[in-house]
């Protein structure tokens, strides 16, 4: 599975923008997919995962209510909704994906996952 993260830009604090991960392989409607971002200075940290059903949905907790995941399997496409965004948020988002024999399991451990893209700058001003 090879994985592209788009949909990065610059956006005021509490704006909204959706990032897109388009993944090539037949593997990817058998795989869950998470979001992770890493900040300038810190250590890369879990967002949100989607089973590869899209039935179970898992969020970090300074997320919830603010982002979505969703998942289209026909299109090969996992979407991040991110709105109230926040200057915390500004980071690189990298979306990964694992395949999976369970249809609704997810992970937030980066361990977990066997493939990456290249990520994509979310910028907040504040």
């Known amino acids: 599975v090879q994985l592209q993260a788009s949909g990065g830009g610059l956006v005021q604090a509490g704006g909204s923008l959706r990032l897109s991960c388009a993944a090539s392989?037949?593997?990817?409607?058998?795989?869950?997919v998470g979001w992770f971002r890493q900040a300038p200075g810190k250590e890369r940290e879990f967002v949100a995962a989607?089973?590869?059903?899209?039935?179970?949905?898992r969020y970090a907790d300074s997320v919830k209510g603010r982002f979505t995941i969703s998942r289209d399997n026909a299109k090969n496409l996992v979407y991040l909704q991110m709105n109230s965004l926040k200057p915390e948020d500004t980071a690189v988002y990298y979306c990964?994906?694992?395949?999976?024999?369970?249809?609704?399991?997810?992970?937030?451990?980066?361990?977990?996952?066997?493939?990456w893209g290249q990520g994509t700058l979310v910028t907040v001003s504040s």
């Open positions: 989607i089973s590869r059903g899209g039935t179970s949905l």
């Open positions: 392989g037949r593997t990817f409607s058998s795989s869950y």
């Open positions: 990964a994906a694992a395949p999976s024999g369970n249809y609704y399991y997810t992970s937030y451990t980066q361990e977990e996952y066997d493939y």
